[in-house]
């Protein structure tokens, strides 16, 4: 009598080198984490910014020729042109659609840019998309969970959630995440968990996120 073998649950790639972001192409793998430092010029910028205490929730979809093309981010933060390092900032968001578009041989990218001051999706959860980048440039990064942590049957309960913050993993500001949802083909039911965290009081967080749309 043959057992049935069950597939091994997914694992998550975290390393400092830009390479580990080509690990999230195995099927086993729905989180590749780059740990990078940003560049002091793009986190002061950053950091400058959300001191303005300004709202910001800016949104466009990026039509690319080639997945190499340069994207149009006209029009991208551009009231704080002012601010020193606002160039550098837009290159490494092109830099980002770039090294995104290559991988995924995209030539659709939805773009998101966002000032929080809140968890804008405080509960554990999957996203039903087929592959999300997520950075914050500043303040806290989003949360994950390895496999197993919390059951997935049990999404929306809050007591089913971990109360350990030794379980929880936590992205840090210039972290570059790639992370699988539902729509991965093949990856049904192994999207990341994560959730937005809340920021510390009187905090907020700039946070970037690319969708592959076509």
Not at 84 to 91: E, T
Not at 95 to 105: K, T
Not at 117 to 145: E, N
Not at 160 to 173: F, K, M, V
């Amino acid at each position: 009598m043959y057992a049935l073998k069950l597939p091994a649950p997914p694992r998550q790639a975290l390393a400092e080198d830009i390479q580990v972001l080509g690990e999230v192409l195995h099927d086993d793998v729905n989180l590749a984490v780059w740990q990078r430092r940003l560049p002091a010029q793009i986190a002061d910028f950053a950091e400058a910014l959300l001191i303005q205490g300004e709202p910001l929730a800016q949104s466009m979809t990026l039509e690319l020729a080639q997945a190499d093309s340069e994207p149009n981010l006209a029009g991208l933060v551009a009231q704080y042109a002012d601010l020193p390092g606002q160039a550098a900032f837009l290159a490494d968001v092109a830099w980002l659609v770039r090294a995104y578009a290559c991988l995924l041989d995209a030539r659709r990218i939805g773009l998101r840019l966002r000032a929080l001051d809140k968890a804008m999706c405080p509960r554990f959860h999957v996203d039903h998309v087929p592959l999300r980048l997520i950075t914050s440039y500043a303040g806290v990064g989003s949360d994950w969970l390895e496999e197993g942590v919390m059951p997935r049957s049990k999404f929306g309960q809050p007591g089913a959630e971990p109360q350990d913050e030794a379980l929880i993993q936590r992205l840090e500001a210039g972290h570059v995440a790639l992370a699988k949802g539902e729509k991965w083909h093949g990856n049904e039911g192994r999207g990341l968990i994560h959730r937005s965290p809340q920021p510390p009081a009187g905090q907020r967080r700039l946070l970037l996120t690319l969708d592959w749309l076509a």
